[in-house]
């Protein structure tokens, strides 16, 4: 009984007027959207800067980037069955939901450091070309936001394993997660087409 | 009674159906971008501006049925900060474009 009613309250209260700091959570995506259209600005300018080395074509494959692109947009919508699984209060279900979206990310950042490796040891790293080096910043950088968001999904999973409600707080912790996540998608969707997509027509 | 119907789930989270239409929606448009490319049935430049119009409408996609924005005056303070953003980055992406190739023409580097 008291599960319930703390559950009911912290929702009524959450559904009626979203707390300021979701919304400065939201402030802050915006300025890393900012971040991010400043290196599309630099690898837009520098795409075709080879310096007699590797292009795009030579380099990328489109199964690797397949992969990477169907690991990052299914863990999208397991986040979202955790979210709902949140807003009924199910909290193992939560739990669950995170484990797989943790271990999806996981398995992108694998293979984003394998495609890495793979191109430093053929010679076509960062210091290669103007273009190499638009290439690892952009790209990596994307990867080191997916890792941070690793992590937190982790510290999520801990901190509802203490709990028998999930209470505003947490919700709006789960929130403002989810934003972050599925706007790191969005950013990978402008890199697989501009960077990746673009460079192999 | 409240319990119960706090139990679904307000429409500003999404649902269990959102989400899948937004999934189904993501991948249709994923695959249909990766098509376009591997297919080379188009010209460069017909290619490119159909995967551009592609991640636009994807984008558009995710920010309605993932991030869940939408025109309630709840959402009126992050909308103006996102069209915000968004004036910000075209301007920085465009300008740079615009000044880095005109430096380049000048300089006559390619």
């Known amino acids: ?201 | 009674m409240s319990t119960d119907h706090s139990a679904h789930g307000g429409s500003s989270h999404g649902s269990a159906g959102s989400y899948v239409i937004g999934f189904v929606l993501a991948v249709i448009l994923t695959a249909a971008a990766f098509m376009v490319v591997m297919g080379h049935s188009l010209s460069p430049s017909a290619t490119l501006t159909t995967i551009a119009a592609l991640a636009a409408v994807q984008v558009v996609v995710h920010l309605v049925f993932f991030l869940h924005m939408n025109t309630t005056s709840e959402q009126a303070w992050n909308n103006k900060v996102f069209l915000f953003t968004l004036g910000f980055v075209v301007i920085l992406i465009v300008g740079t474009l615009f000044i880095m190739g005109n430096t380049a023409a000048h300089m006559m580097s390619r």
């Not at chain 1, 699984?85 to 450091?113: D, P, R």
């Not at chain 1, 080191?144 to 709990?163: A, D, E, N």
């Open chain 1, 1 to 201: 009984m008291a599960h319930d009613t703390t559950l009911s309250d912290a929702h009524a209260e959450h559904e009626h007027h979203e707390l300021p700091t979701v919304f400065g959570f939201w402030v802050y995506l915006m300025t890393d959207c900012i971040i991010f259209g400043s290196l599309f600005a630099v690898f837009a300018v520098l795409r075709n800067q080879f310096a007699g080395g590797p292009t795009g074509k030579e380099l990328f494959e489109l199964s690797g980037l397949a992969l990477e692109t169907a690991l990052l947009l299914v863990s999208s919508i397991t986040y979202g069955f955790g979210m709902i699984a949140a807003h009924k209060g199910e909290i193992k279900s939560v739990q669950m939901w995170l484990g797989v979206t943790f271990l999806l990310g996981l398995g992108f950042v694998f293979l984003e450091l394998k495609e890495f490796s793979h191109m430093i040891a053929e010679g076509a790293g960062p210091d290669r070309s103007a273009f190499l080096s638009a290439f690892f910043t952009l790209v990596s950088t994307h990867g080191l936001h997916v890792s941070c968001g690793l992590v937190w999904i982790i510290v999520m999973i801990v901190q509802l394993s203490g709990v028998t409600a999930i209470n505003e707080r947490t919700m709006n912790k789960l929130t403002m997660l989810s934003l972050f996540w599925h706007f790191l998608d969005i950013v990978w969707i402008c890199v697989f087409t501009y960077v990746y997509l673009a460079s192999m027509i």
